[in-house]
Structures are given as structure tokens and as C-alpha cells.
């Protein structure tokens, strides 16, 4: 039975940071491509982030450059998402996703004084 359990979400003040984990079992974690996305309230999914089977290429969106760094432990079958300096804006549902066609069921993280 595959299973994806994101993590680490919760209640942060503007300019905090979080890290985000997604622990997986029930597929060989270590052959599959590791995304993030988030959804915000009312929006579509957007991409955030990707790492290769190995770890050691990542992608980020644009306008995430800088704000977000992915990682994965494939001893531990988990990803990471480290998201700092955290905005208003930040406020979403967080998945990870294992390509092709596993998925979490979300961590909520809201961004708020």
C-alpha cells in the first residue's frame, strides 16, 4: 500500500520558516521523481519544486528561487521542503507527490500574525 504523509505544516508568523516533510512507503522511493505543490485557498495547483531519484538535481519554480530548498533522505524514504521567510501569500496546502501518480493528502500551513 503506497503512502505519502506530509507533515510539518502549522501556524507561522510572517518572515518564519518552516520544514515540511513527506514520509513514504509502499513504492521504491529512491527510483521516483519527488515533487512539491501547494494549493491556496480558492487556487489551482502550483508546482514548487522537484528532486531526481537520487538527490542530487533540484528544480524550483521561478518565483521560488531562494525561498524554498529541497531535499531528500533515501534511508529514511522522505522529502523535505524547507520554506523560509514565509508571506501571507504562503498560505496553502502543501502536497508532495512521487511521479508518476502517488500523492499526499496535504499539510496546511497558514502564514499569519
Known amino acids: 500500500q503506497v503512502q505519502l504523509v506530509e507533515s510539518g505544516g502549522g501556524l507561522v508568523q510572517p518572515g518564519g520558516s518552516l520544514t515540511l516533510s513527506c514520509a513514504t512507503s509502499?513504492?521504491?522511493?529512491?527510483?521516483?521523481?519527488m515533487y512539491w505543490v501547494r494549493q491556496a485557498p480558492g487556487e489551482g495547483l502550483e508546482w514548487l519544486s522537484s528532486?531526481?531519484?537520487?538527490?542530487?538535481?533540484?528544480y524550483y519554480a521561478d518565483s521560488m528561487k531562494g525561498q524554498f530548498t529541497i531535499s531528500r533522505d533515501n534511508v529514511k524514504n522522505t522529502v523535505y521542503l524547507q520554506v523560509m521567510n514565509l508571506r501571507s501569500e504562503d498560505t496553502a496546502e502543501y502536497y508532495c507527490?512521487?511521479?508518476?501518480?502517488?500523492w499526499g493528502q496535504g499539510t496546511r500551513v497558514i502564514v499569519s500574525s
Open positions: 507527490a512521487a511521479y508518476p501518480g502517488y
Open positions: 509502499g513504492f521504491t522511493f529512491n527510483k521516483y521523481w
Open positions: 528532486i531526481n531519484p537520487s538527490g542530487d538535481s533540484s
